[in-house]
């Protein structure tokens, strides 16, 4: 095409190259100003929405940081941090604290050691571990009784000549999940097993061995009958003593004391009184407040920017939304209901003033009168917070899942297991009951579902709790309770039930199961937000429909009414914007989307209109080119017939 374009004019004697680029720039100037004005417009709206988008984040996310750090929310304060430490849980409206506690015991763990071993791979010897948590007692470091925690199952673990090694047991029994954790400790004159259990009186262990081909094991045996295992701390509960009332607790963790505070106990001060007060964060509120304001006009600055008559986003509608949003903050209820009677629940009414330009200011001094007559109003408009009115009732679900609001509770019948007691019998262990391969089984019915065989270890036994931790069964829990035998279903609700059949006459005569008294357990049932509540394993969901959607309750006993209120707090209100707003396919996210899809057509645009010019000059090109070779030959015939002509004139 360049021979073509370079041969234009020879014939012709005219300029066609420059014709032809003047004749396409003629056609298509125009539509090529017109996208790349339009290429330019979309790139600074985007951009503007961009910065909009990233300004608003911004603001949400310092505002959530600040609230979430705790500053902004009343703190609990110990007089002694040595010995009691304590701070707010997520969530708590803690206000004017004033607590004496005194630390009258900590919290210990059972641990016991075993005798040294040559290494850590020293075979012990093969067969069971059956390891069981409950209430021991101790003379001279020796276990002198042992009662199985309620609800509890022993756990049984095989040891076999894959791991009869001192590691290998330790590996054994943590794999297990038994409640305790063991570990090698070695100090270069050999190996010890060391078995540790969770705090609590409750969460002592007896280590039950029944001994396999390669003897040995019974050197980790921890019980009534068999203490090869030393004793280094036994299993204890704290006990503290809270305004002159002592109370007992399995952790040194405590957060069911003071409401709304976490008490960590660290040292024992028997006769100390430690006082528990607490610090109103004022200042850091009012400063707060302050840069609140402060952050907003700067928002709202780079708003009015982009929507002036010159700004990218004059006319966009997300853009005006995100305007019109923020503005309700100032007059947005923060509280779902007023902390006392006539406190505010909106930064209005705290100082927080729109001036006629849309700027905010702060009236000072109604800032601090809010703060000194109503402060636990002004701090629960910052902080945001889930409570129930009820004792009975515990929020489990996370903040931010249900929209603010308070929802009333009501008729709330709390699922229960079925249950199977068996006659009493008093003197059931005046001598130990044996059971061997005559009597060693009985069938239990769960659930209405098939009938289970129950197989009790074959052995003498010498009290109830000792034959408690020899039962196992699936989806069942055995204790002895008083003079019977109660087996608890390990279901909820209407269908949970526990029967006995096929029992020897032997061990019913001990134990009276075929006059056990059954209980069915009793089915849920609640009404959240004003519908029914979805029940799973004695938690309470509210209704996917219902306004309450999100919320997750767990009652603790039967409730005829009660409500739970959701406060969203400022940084949640604010979250709650940027989130319509910058959420794909929503507000400034879909403005942004519509110009990007407009960015892409005018790019297609812009490609099509640089091939169809390429095509007019290729076509044009061709025209001229066929002009000019026609033209050169008629310059050529006409210069032959000339000579002709002057031939014949010269004849003459």
């Given at each position: 095409m360049d021979?073509?374009?370079?041969?234009?004019?020879?014939?012709?004697?005219?300029?066609?190259?420059?014709?032809?680029?003047?004749?396409?720039?003629?056609?298509?100037?125009?539509?090529?100003?017109?996208?790349?004005?339009?290429?330019?417009?979309?790139?600074?709206?985007?951009?503007?929405?961009?910065?909009?988008?990233?300004?608003?984040?911004?603001?949400?996310?310092?505002?959530?940081?600040?609230?979430?750090?705790?500053?902004?929310?009343?703190?609990?304060?110990?007089?002694?941090?040595?010995?009691?430490?304590?701070?707010?849980?997520?969530?708590?409206?803690?206000?004017?604290?004033?607590?004496?506690?005194?630390?009258?015991?900590?919290?210990?763990?059972?641990?016991?050691?075993?005798?040294?071993?040559?290494?850590?791979?020293?075979?012990?010897?093969?067969?069971?571990?059956?390891?069981?948590?409950?209430?021991?007692?101790?003379?001279?470091?020796?276990?002198?009784?042992?009662?199985?925690?309620?609800?509890?199952?022993?756990i049984t673990i095989n040891i076999s000549e894959d791991d009869n090694s001192v590691a290998g047991i330790a590996r054994a029994i943590n794999a297990a999940n038994a409640g305790v954790t063991a570990t090698v400790v070695?100090?270069?004159?050999?190996?010890?097993?060391?078995?540790?259990?969770?705090?609590?009186?409750?969460?002592?262990?007896?280590?039950?061995?029944?001994?396999?081909?390669?003897?040995?094991?019974?050197?980790?045996?921890?019980?009534?009958?068999?203490?090869?295992?030393?004793?280094?701390?036994?299993?204890?509960?704290?006990?503290?003593?809270?305004?002159?009332?002592?109370?007992?607790?399995?952790?040194?963790?405590?957060?069911?004391?003071?409401?709304?505070?976490?008490?960590?106990?660290?040292?024992?001060?028997?006769?100390?009184?430690?006082?528990?007060?607490?610090?109103?964060?004022?200042?850091?509120i009012s400063q707060a407040v302050n840069d609140f304001v402060g952050a907003f006009n700067e928002l709202r600055s780079m708003l009015k920017t982009e929507t002036d008559p010159t700004g990218a986003l004059n006319g966009d509608v997300a853009a005006r939304e995100m305007g019109r949003q923020l503005g309700t903050l100032t007059s947005m209820p923060l509280t779902a209901g007023a902390v006392s009677p006539g406190a505010p629940r909106t930064l209005a009414e705290i100082g927080v003033r729109t001036e006629r330009d849309g700027t905010l200011t702060v009236d000072t001094e109604k800032l601090n009168k809010a703060l000194t007559l109503y402060p636990d109003a002004v701090e629960a408009m910052f902080n945001p917070s889930q409570s129930s009115n009820s004792p009975l009732v515990d929020i489990m679900s996370a903040q931010g899942k249900t929209k603010p609001g308070t929802y009333a509770i009501t008729d709330i019948?709390?699922?229960?297991?079925?249950?199977?007691?068996?006659?009493?019998?008093?003197?059931?262990?005046?001598?130990?009951?044996?059971?061997?391969?005559?009597?060693?089984?009985?069938?239990?019915?769960?659930?209405?579902?098939?009938?289970?065989?129950?197989?009790?270890?074959?052995?003498?036994y010498e009290s109830g709790e000792q034959l408690a931790a020899a039962l196992s069964a699936t989806g069942a829990s055995f204790a002895w309770t008083g003079d019977s035998l109660v087996v608890t279903s390990g279901a909820l609700g209407g269908g949970s039930a526990v029967s006995f059949q096929a029992v020897d006459a032997t061990l019913n005569d001990r134990l009276g199961l075929s006059e056990a008294t059954t209980t069915t357990g009793i089915a849920g049932s609640g009404m959240i937000a004003g519908k029914p509540a979805n029940?799973?394993?004695?938690?309470?969901?509210?209704?996917?429909?219902?306004?309450?959607?999100?919320?997750?309750?767990?009652?603790?006993?039967?409730?005829?009414?009660?409500?739970?209120?959701?406060?969203?707090?400022?940084?949640?209100?604010?979250?709650?914007?940027?989130?319509?707003?910058?959420?794909?396919?929503?507000?400034?996210?879909?403005?942004?989307?519509?110009?990007?899809?407009?960015?892409?057509?005018?790019?297609?645009?812009?490609?099509?209109?640089?091939?169809?010019?390429?095509?007019?000059?290729?076509?044009?090109?061709r025209q001229f080119a066929n002009m000019d070779i026609r033209v050169a030959a008629y310059k050529n015939t006409q210069s032959f017939l000339q000579q002709q002509v002057d031939l014949w004139s010269a004849d003459r």
């Open positions: 021979s073509i374009t370079t041969a234009l004019g020879i014939g012709s004697g005219i300029d066609t190259k420059k014709l032809v680029e003047e004749l396409v720039s003629a056609q298509y100037e125009l539509k090529t100003k017109q996208l790349t004005a339009k290429t330019e417009t979309l790139a600074a709206q985007i951009s503007s929405l961009g910065q909009l988008k990233g300004g608003l984040s911004s603001f949400s996310t310092a505002l959530a940081t600040l609230v979430g750090s705790g500053l902004l929310a009343t703190q609990p304060t110990s007089a002694d941090t040595g010995a009691v430490a304590v701070k707010a849980l997520s969530g708590a409206r803690l206000g004017t604290l004033s607590t004496e506690i005194e630390v009258r015991q900590l919290a210990t763990a059972q641990r016991v050691t075993s005798a040294p071993f040559a290494s850590s791979a020293s075979a012990i010897g093969t067969g069971k571990l059956t390891i069981t948590l409950g209430t021991a007692t101790y003379v001279d470091g020796a276990p002198t009784g042992f009662a199985q925690r309620e609800g509890s199952t022993p070695g100090d270069g004159a050999g190996a010890t097993l060391s078995i540790v259990g969770k705090t609590g009186a409750d969460a002592a262990f007896r280590i039950d061995v029944e001994e396999g081909d390669q003897p040995g094991l019974s050197a980790l045996a921890f019980n009534p009958g068999n203490a090869s295992m030393a004793l280094s701390r036994a299993s204890q509960d704290s006990i503290v003593t809270v305004d002159g009332v002592t109370v007992r607790r399995p952790g040194n963790s405590i957060s069911d004391l003071i409401p709304g505070v976490q008490i960590d106990l660290l040292k024992e001060e028997v006769g100390h009184s430690i006082s528990i007060g607490s610090t109103r964060p004022t200042a850091a019948v709390v699922p229960t297991a079925g249950m199977a007691t068996g006659a009493a019998r008093p003197a059931a262990f005046d001598t130990p009951l044996v059971i061997d391969a005559t009597n060693n089984k009985f069938t239990l019915t769960l659930n209405g579902g098939n009938p289970v065989e129950i197989s009790l270890p074959e052995g003498s029940i799973i394993n004695g938690f309470f969901f509210a209704a996917a429909d219902s306004p309450a959607a999100g919320l997750i309750l767990q009652p603790h006993g039967d409730i005829a009414s009660a409500t739970v209120t959701v406060d969203v707090g400022l940084a949640g209100a604010l979250a709650d914007i940027a989130k319509r707003l910058t959420t794909a396919g929503a507000g400034l996210a879909a403005s942004e989307t519509r110009y990007s899809k407009q960015q892409v057509q005018v790019a297609k645009d812009q490609l099509k209109a640089d091939e169809d010019a390429q095509k007019m000059t290729d076509r044009l090109t």
